[in-house]
């Protein structure tokens, strides 16, 4: 049985970014790792900082 302690949170933050609660391995498109702790992840596809957020989507007023 899974310790919930260990499991990774992830929100879906209204009209904005994923959030993930943790410290992350993330393997970029180009094959890099990073390293993120709390990424937040863009899901309005305006960021020009993909795959995090920028901020962007308030400016666009994305809506899911
Ligand atoms: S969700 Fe924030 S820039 Fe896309």
Same mark, same amino acid.
């Given at each position: 049985? $899974? /310790?919930?302690?260990?499991?990774? &949170?992830?929100? =879906?933050? #209204? /009209? +904005? #970014?994923?959030? =993930?609660?943790? !410290? =992350? $391995? ?8 990073? =390293? &993120? $702790? /709390? #990424? ?5 596809? +305006?960021?020009? /900082? &993909? #795959? ?6 308030? !400016? ?5």
């Amino acid at each position: 049985m $899974e /310790n919930k302690e260990s499991l990774i &949170k992830i929100k =879906v933050l #209204p /009209n +904005a #970014p994923l959030f =993930v609660q943790g !410290k =992350v $391995e993330l393997t970029l498109a180009d094959g890099t790792t990073v =390293v &993120k $702790e /709390n #990424p937040h992840f863009c899901r309005c596809g +305006a960021s020009k /900082n &993909k #795959p995090f957020c920028d901020g962007s989507h308030a !400016k666009i007023g994305f809506k899911d």
